[in-house]
């Protein structure tokens, strides 16, 4: 094998070996980001809205700081929602971000459809940073269906209840 073509190997064996190891500290740093809050279900719901033709997504969150260091940093969180077929229907976020709190705290994502066709979706939610672009959490996904929009009836057996209790 001439010299040229062992140098020609040997660089190209000492780039492809060099330009791994950038890759391997970007996932180092996503994993320590991902593992600097952890999310829980706190409250969910899918559900018709009663003063327009919609349904509204709801999902409260439930989270706890692992890392304290994001405790001074402004974060977001996002949830994206997919139709029952898998495709992307919408995408939501807390308009300005959120600093956490060092006990932790719930957040609230809402997203609203005026497809009135859509029975059940599934939510995946993330807290981000600030960008929407880093995961600081795990990833956390509910299952929800429509429910059923309250009658006239129990509106009015609800209200005539709440009024016995005030007596």
Not at 54 to 69: K, L, M, P, S
């Amino acid at each position: 094998m001439s010299h040229l073509l062992k140098s020609i190997i040997l660089f190209v064996v000492a780039m492809s070996f060099f330009s791994f190891l950038p890759l391997a500290n970007v996932t180092q740093s996503f994993a320590q980001d991902s593992e600097r809050v952890s999310i829980t279900l706190s409250n969910s719901s899918f559900v018709p809205l009663t003063n327009t033709d919609a349904n509204q997504v709801r999902v409260g969150v439930e989270y706890t700081i692992e890392d304290e260091t994001i405790l001074n940093e402004m974060i977001n969180a996002v949830m994206k929602v997919y139709a029952p077929n898998g495709s992307l229907i919408r995408t939501t976020s807390i308009p300005s971000g959120f600093t956490p709190q060092a006990e932790g705290g719930v957040e609230t994502l809402r997203t609203t459809f005026l497809d009135k066709s859509i029975q059940n979706i599934l939510a995946n939610i993330t807290f981000t940073d600030l960008t929407k672009r880093v995961p600081v959490s795990n990833v956390l996904t509910v299952n929800l269906d429509l429910e059923e929009p309250p009658t006239s009836e129990s509106i009015l057996t609800a209200r005539a209840n709440s009024s016995s209790l005030e007596n």
